[in-house]
């Protein structure tokens, strides 16, 4: 664990190490840990996939009474609490309507449409980081066998609700944006509701399970604000 | 209540920002320049972060449909009170009827407007500050109107004749990756000069090249004022309304109050970085 003044506010607190499940689950513990020992303390908490990234009050703490505090955590015994983790099932139709880049990712990596898809519905994903948009979800690690680059030129119009592939990671769009990430399907839950006080269901930390789904269950689930199946405490 | 009846090129409302949401990726946003929107809440004894209309380059024009106090601050855009010219840093009284033109900026890119008393708009996630991808609307729009809770709050100062003045020194820290540079490149740093180029709320540009090839890290967090380093070599600093998490190495951080010189900066104004130890 390394310390890093990004300036008079913000720590950058960061772990070396493969990326993998253990990984971020020591991470989510030590920012649920953080946050519980000093919430009123701080203003953000940025879970990432190697970092926390924590600004805080200066009214109210320095940076350096916050790291004491976070030095003083003892690992063993956080990870031992039973952490309740959140797997949350989001529903996927892979037709092509929606799958606008799944023909050329088959090109890429030759392999069929079919493999594609299931080798994305065979790992239970780490929501490993939030960014870029509000809402949008990056989440790892996918089947290396999907691993690819970012498409060369970016696509200017993504659907909101798509469900894309790039590097070793998958992710979802929660609106219509810019972006260079392989589209191979869409989901029909809203990921950003700001009618809620807590617009997005889940966080960095929380885990991803997809389920395919067919277009006429796509239609008829559309535009529901419901929240997804929570399938696992 | 005022009505917009011209809206300017970029006119929002902003107050200190939106805190607590970084992690599902939702921006702070808030006052480009905090110390000038700050001043005009004083000067009209406004609670400190209020609520107020942040002007660029080109300003706005209301009307005001009922009497009240207003106070603008930073660059100085010409602002005109029914044809007649109106002082910055200054608590000015308008009447019903009266037409606000704010103008164009001359020498920085932004004013702020502040109306003594509290702008009725619904928070967002704890904020009023305009952001494009959670608000309805990403700027004020012509003919839109806003009313006014007045406050009976004494008025702080009938004038200070505050200087604006342009800043293009840039006081920075070192980043995490600071490292990733060469020494040719940390000697640019230090002495050369570069030029803004294309900006907006959530960054700003940087011309001149420093050092070409330096890959990309594994995405982590990034604030306002983060420098970041492309893949081309060039460099480019977040402002408020940056995103949460980038993957480009971050080889410097801008400290508070240059943020608020760099909002005051535009395309082809040249800076200096100074680097200075936290």
């Known amino acids: 664990m390394e310390f890093f003044n990004l300036n008079k506010n913000s720590i950058l607190v960061s772990w070396n190490g493969e990326l993998n499940s253990s990984l971020t689950s020591l991470i989510s513990s030590y920012k649920n840990e953080i946050l519980s020992l000093c919430k009123d303390d701080i203003k953000d908490c940025v879970q990432s ?58 090109d890429i990596k030759n392999l069929s449409v079919r493999d594609i898809i299931d080798a994305h519905l065979s790992k239970t994903y780490d929501v490993l980081s939030m960014g870029f948009l509000p809402g949008f979800m990056y989440l790892g690690k996918t089947d290396k066998k999907l691993h690819c680059e970012r498409k060369e030129k970016p696509s200017l119009n993504i659907r909101k609700g798509s469900i894309g592939l790039a590097l070793d990671q998958t992710c979802i769009y929660p609106r219509q944006s810019p972006g260079g990430w392989h589209i191979i399907g869409n989901s029909p839950i809203e990921f950003f509701n700001l009618a809620s006080k807590y617009p997005c269901f889940s966080k960095p930390g929380d885990k991803i399970k997809f389920v395919e789904i067919s277009k006429s269950q796509y239609k008829s689930s559309i535009n529901r604000l419901d929240k997804p199946k929570l399938i696992e405490l | 209540m005022i009505k917009i009846i011209s809206k300017g090129l970029y006119t929002t409302i902003q107050d200190e920002g939106r805190f607590g949401y970084r992690n599902i990726g939702v921006p702070s946003s808030g006052y480009m320049d905090k110390e000038s929107a700050q001043i005009a809440n004083l000067i009209l004894n406004n609670p400190i972060n209020n609520p107020l209309i942040e002007a660029t380059l080109i300003g706005p024009t209301i009307k005001f449909e009922e009497s009240t106090v207003i106070c603008i601050t930073g660059s100085d ?42 702008i009725k708009l619904d928070e967002v996630l704890g904020s009023k500050s305009y952001y494009p991808q959670i608000n309805d609307s990403s700027i004020i729009e012509k003919g839109v109107e806003f009313k006014f809770e007045p406050n009976k709050n004494k008025l702080n100062y009938k004038s200070t004749h505050q200087e604006f003045e342009l800043n293009k020194n840039l006081k920075v820290f070192k980043g995490p990756e600071f490292n990733c540079l060469n020494k040719g490149s940390i000697n640019k740093l230090i002495n050369k000069e570069f030029s803004i180029g294309v900006n907006n709320r959530m960054a700003y ?51 508070e109050k240059s943020l608020d010189n760099l909002a005051q900066l535009r395309i082809g104004h040249k800076i200096r970085f100074e680097i200075v130890t936290l």
Not at chain 2, 96 to 118: A, E, F, P, V
Not at chain 2, 207 to 232: F, R
């Open chain 2, 205 to 255: 540009n940087l011309k001149e090249k420093i050092q070409d090839g330096v890959s990309s890290i594994i995405s982590s967090a990034v604030i306002p004022g983060t420098v970041q380093l492309t893949p081309s070599g060039q460099m480019i600093i977040l402002h408020r309304d940056c995103q949460t998490t980038g993957g480009y190495p971050r080889i410097l951080q801008l400290d």
């Open chain 2, 77 to 118: 855009f010409n602002p005109m009170l029914n044809e007649n010219k109106i002082s910055l840093y200054t608590a000015v009284e308008v009447r019903k009827g009266d037409i606000l033109k704010i103008n164009n900026s001359s020498i920085g890119s932004r004013c702020y407007i502040s109306i003594k008393g509290d």
């Open chain 1, 49 to 106: 996939i190697k970092s926390i990234l924590i600004i805080i009050d200066l009214k109210r703490t320095s940076i350096n009474e916050i790291i004491e505090k976070i030095k003083m955590i003892d690992y063993e015994k956080i990870s031992n609490h039973d952490r309740i983790i959140k797997v949350w099932e989001i529903p996927v139709c892979y037709d092509l309507e929606f799958a606008t880049d799944i023909n050329l990712l088959s």
